[in-house]
């Protein structure tokens, strides 16, 4: 009876060390940055022009990568705990910075000659910094789940039901980030359905 206890044990462990794997591995990939990354370069991919890519490297260059640049700097003084920023207060900075480089990004945007679906990119970018850090005063949101939101939604706008299976990603992120502690069930429904109603009148508004 005892070898079979330890034997069920084993296996309930094993079962919870895959799945925090498991929830990890979406959660990085899943990660605000990369699915960033991933829209801009849907746009590219959909535009399929030269000028397009490098609008697209511009927008990835100036508000994901310098933005995350300024967090692992925060991360390596020991500013902030985590690349993810879990504590609340820690993504203030952050946060702010973010906005200050969607703000930027957006008025070259729009002053140049770049492509309209990218301008609606930089305008989604700008709106959800600014939301985002007045909630983040007093609430923490997932941004996991706003962007993959985001993506999700111009997937099946570009793509069309070949942007369906992507869908999925939504909850599945939900869940790594609610399995990983990082956030409750309603803050994942709240970032998912931020992310939905900020790209659905950009999505009108730039057609």
């Known amino acids: 009876m005892t070898i079979r206890v330890e034997e069920v044990d084993v296996e309930v462990t094993s079962v919870q ?15 605000p940055p990369l699915t960033g990354a991933a829209a801009a370069a849907l746009i590219g991919y959909v535009l399929a022009t030269n000028s397009a890519w490098q609008w697209a490297g511009f ?6 990568l310098l933005p995350c640049a300024y967090i692992i700097w925060l991360v390596r003084s020991g500013q902030v705990s985590d690349f993810h920023l879990p504590i609340r207060e820690e993504r203030i900075r952050p946060l702010l910075f973010s906005l200050a480089t969607a703000l ?25 910094a600014i939301i985002f850090f007045f909630i983040t005063i007093r609430w923490k949101i997932s941004l996991h789940c706003a962007a993959a939101a985001i993506l999700a939604q111009l997937a ?6 070949f942007a369906l299976p992507l869908t999925v990603s939504v909850p599945l992120i939900a869940w790594s980030r609610v ?5 409750t069930l309603a803050q994942t429904v709240a970032g998912a359905c931020l992310g939905v109603a900020i790209v659905t009148p950009a999505l009108f508004l730039y057609a």
Do not use: C, E
């Open 179 to 183: 399995y990983l502690r990082r956030h």
């Open 104 to 128: 930027v990004a957006w008025g070259i945007f729009h002053h140049a000659a770049a492509p309209s679906p990218l301008k609606m990119l930089a305008s989604i970018n700008g709106i959800q």
């Open 156 to 161: 099946l706008v570009f793509l069309g039901i």
């Open 59 to 64: 927008y990835v260059l100036s508000t994901i």
């Open 17 to 31: 060390d895959w799945l925090s794997s498991l929830a990890y591995w979406v959660s990085q990939i899943g990660s």
